[in-house]
């Protein structure tokens, strides 16, 4: 007898206890972010621009790097064309 269907089962998906888990983790999370002090919500809200706008920097600093490479090698090329065609 040859079984034509194969039936796959996701434990993660049945497994009550890893859902309760993170539902209880979430609550923890919440929990916390609620208990804490408004300094502390400023002082991290501060901390994650500080850290975003340095990304944002960082992204530009790259992109504008990038660029500048790009324009020396198509001015460098150029130049090599013309020496061949000199000589």
Known sequence: ???NEVVVADPA???RKRVR???IEECREEELYERSRA???IVLGILFTVVALEALYLFGVVVTYTADW???LLA???RLKRLHSQL
């Open 21 to 23: 888990g993170l539902q």
């Open 39 to 41: 300094k502390q919500k």
């Open 1 to 3: 007898m040859v079984l």
């Open 76 to 78: 460098v090329t150029r």
């Open 70 to 72: 790009f324009i020396l």
């Open 13 to 15: 998906m049945n497994d």
